[in-house]
T-cell receptor
């Protein structure tokens, strides 16, 4: 199957860490992605991880991949109001022609 | 062009009319996607084109929806006999989409906001 699931909402206080979770069902994923959609804008790639990696760090962003549990997470350290957006995880599938399958998106709200 | 371009940016149409939405992908990108994003909803996959392969139409919600991609570049999404539930933002994305060892970052257009009244 190609289901990718995320919780719909997350609210955090400015300065705290945010953790956005994603689960997927297809074990043949090659790459997993996090996209960010700011209000009124299109989606932009935030970061990605190759499926043979467990972790990737990029400044305030940490991506963790648990391939056994098919669980992907995005941690944002020192969350700022500018991080308020919808975050989508996505996977591309081996043998699927690299077709991307997106999750439903998690709306992150950062409160002062 | 520099990015994925969609037109029109906004479209208001009467129920029952047909509409055409256009997507100009990034030059050289062989993969092209159409998604729909309804208010408060996630990203709904509609259709996927990859090179000369038959398109993956598994996400089209009804036979009123169709899409084509001419010459492997520009794509048009057509909605016939529009209904109010078709109101949404229609997003197009393109990617290099070929080599499995390359990451397949998708570049999104700004979307077409369709309102059916």
């Amino acid at each position: 199957g190609e289901d990718v699931e995320q919780s719909l909402f997350l609210s955090v206080r400015e300065g705290d860490s945010s953790v956005i979770n994603c689960t997927y069902t297809d074990s043949s994923s090659t790459y997993l992605y996090w996209y960010k959609q700011e209000p009124g804008a299109g989606l932009q790639l935030l970061t990605y991880i190759f499926s043979n990696m467990d972790m990737k760090q990029d400044q305030r962003l940490t991506v963790l991949l648990n391939k056994k549990d098919k669980h992907l997470s995005l941690r944002i350290a020192d969350t700022q109001t500018g991080d308020s957006a919808i975050y989508f995880c996505a996977e591309s599938l081996t043998g699927g022609g690299n077709k991307l399958t997106f999750g439903t998106g998690t709306q992150l709200k950062v409160e002062l | 062009g520099a990015g994925v371009s969609q037109s029109p940016s906004n479209k208001v149409t009467e129920k029952g009319k047909d509409v055409e939405l256009r997507c100009d992908p990034i030059s050289g990108h062989t993969a092209l996607y159409w998604y729909r994003q309804s208010l408060g909803q996630g990203l709904e996959f509609l259709i996927y084109f990859q090179g000369n392969s038959a398109p993956d139409k598994s996400g089209l919600p009804s036979d009123r929806f169709s899409a084509e991609r001419t010459g492997g570049s520009v794509s048009t999404l057509t909605i016939q006999r529009t209904q109010q539930e078709d109101s949404a933002v229609y997003l197009c994305a393109s990617s290099l989409g070929q080599d499995l060892v390359m990451n397949t970052e998708a570049f999104f257009g700004q979307g077409t906001r369709l309102t059916v009244v």
